[in-house]
């Protein structure tokens, strides 16, 4: 394999960053070698790697560490080894992640770039839905906790933290040039380093026939697990879900539960259960629904970019959920408004 001039890295964990890792290579980074790691279990379902030069999934250390003793320490090395693998010889290193402040992903600013010889990297920062709308400063005890990770290099020189201060994901930090956000979506990062990435699916649902039975989608969410909601709020906000439904005449409605909602929160019995093979943000793109609804899934948002005006994307029982603060709630308000997303 020849040398490369630049080689771009994707550090992705949902559907959602999967899909804005591969606008930017196809919009930002045209011309670099392309590579995809992902470190959720069962993403590898969205993935095309087809689409990729190299693509991998990476075990996350402190959930797979390697058997035996420092088998956490291990894994952080075996990941590096692994990355420079499918990155290769190159002069110029550009990683995508969402946050930078965990040691899983930390450790590649400095480790990689010796281990694939390049003379320069830069970090950019991939969008993660609603909670790329706010800052999250890095308390006292997270900075200590940075400059204690640092130790790891007196045993492994590769595994040399990147400490920084400011906003936990990265964005004020030296190493950072670039953050990526949703269009229509508000945020508080510095303009200069802001990039709005183009819609991250190409809408294809004009092109379908309208059929004479309405069709509606059902975005779920783990609530009560998750202790957003209590089951008994689950259970009321499911109910006038449906009933809003039935009072504007759906007599089709699919609801797709996010991976962690095994209990299926917002389902109902007439619903169709429904497990796209790739994103849900693609198969909405193809599918051609009148109306999709949920309570506070970051779909909603790009729901209301995919569709036309004419179909309803409607947030229901925000006065149920607990949210952390306050402002947390009206930094969500705001963003969903901003979308054109409807509240009932």
Same mark, same amino acid.
């Given at each position: 394999?020849?040398?490369?001039?630049?080689?771009?890295v994707y550090f992705v964990a949902s559907p959602l960053q999967y899909l804005a890792a591969r606008r930017i290579a196809g919009e930002f980074e045209r011309g670099a070698r392309q590579v995809l790691v992902w470190?959720?279990? %069962?993403?590898?379902?969205?993935?095309?790697?087809?689409?990729? =030069?190299?693509?991998?999934?990476?075990?996350?250390?402190? /959930?797979? @560490?390697?058997?035996?003793?420092?088998?956490?320490?291990?894994?952080?090395r075996e990941n590096i080894r692994m990355v420079a693998s499918l990155a290769g010889p190159c002069e110029r290193l550009i990683l995508h992640s969402a946050v930078y402040d965990t040691e899983a992903i930390n450790y590649f600013l400095?480790?990689?770039?010796?281990?694939? %010889?390049?003379?320069?990297?830069?970090?950019?920062?991939?969008? =993660?839905?609603?909670?790329?709308?706010?800052?999250?400063? /890095?308390? @006292?005890?997270?900075r200590l906790l940075q400059c204690s990770r640092k130790l790891r290099r007196l045993f492994a020189p590769e595994l040399d933290y990147e400490c920084f201060g400011g906003d936990r994901i990265g964005s004020d930090a030296s190493f950072c040039d670039r953050i990526y956000v949703l269009p229509g979506l508000p945020n508080e990062y510095p303009p200069a380093r802001v990039r709005v990435l183009p819609p991250l699916v190409d809408r294809v649902v004009d092109a379908q026939p309208e059929s004479a039975e309405r069709r509606a989608l059902v975005i779920g969410q783990p609530l009560a697990a998750f202790r957003l909601m209590s089951p008994a709020d689950v259970s009321e906000v499911t109910s006038r879900m449906r009933q809003w439904l039935a009072c504007e005449g759906f007599s089709l409605i699919d609801y797709k539960p996010h991976p962690k909602d095994v209990a299926h929160d917002l389902a109902h019995p007439d619903y169709r259960l429904i497990e796209p093979a790739g994103a849900l943000e693609s198969h909405?793109?193809?599918?051609?629904?009148?109306?999709?609804?949920?309570?506070?899934?970051?779909?909603?948002?790009?729901?209301?970019?995919?569709?036309?005006?004419?179909?309803?994307?409607?947030?229901?029982?925000?006065?149920?959920?607990?949210?952390?603060?306050?402002?947390e709630q009206e930094d969500m308000r705001r963003a969903f408004t901003a979308c054109g997303v409807e509240f009932a």
């Open positions: 394999m020849s040398r490369p001039d630049t080689v771009a470190y959720k279990r %069962g993403l590898e379902c969205v993935v095309e790697p087809g689409e990729w =030069d190299a693509s991998s999934y990476m075990a996350w250390p402190r /959930l797979e @560490p390697l058997p035996g003793a420092f088998g956490r320490h291990r894994r952080l400095r480790g990689l770039p010796i281990a694939c %010889g390049a003379g320069e990297m830069r970090a950019r920062i991939l969008p =993660d839905g609603l909670l790329s709308i706010r800052r999250y400063p /890095l308390s @006292p005890l997270r909405m793109a193809s599918t051609r629904y009148d109306a999709v609804i949920g309570v506070r899934s970051s779909s909603l948002l790009l729901a209301r970019q995919i569709y036309p005006a004419r179909v309803r994307v409607v947030a229901f029982g925000w006065q149920r959920v607990r949210f952390k603060s306050p402002q």
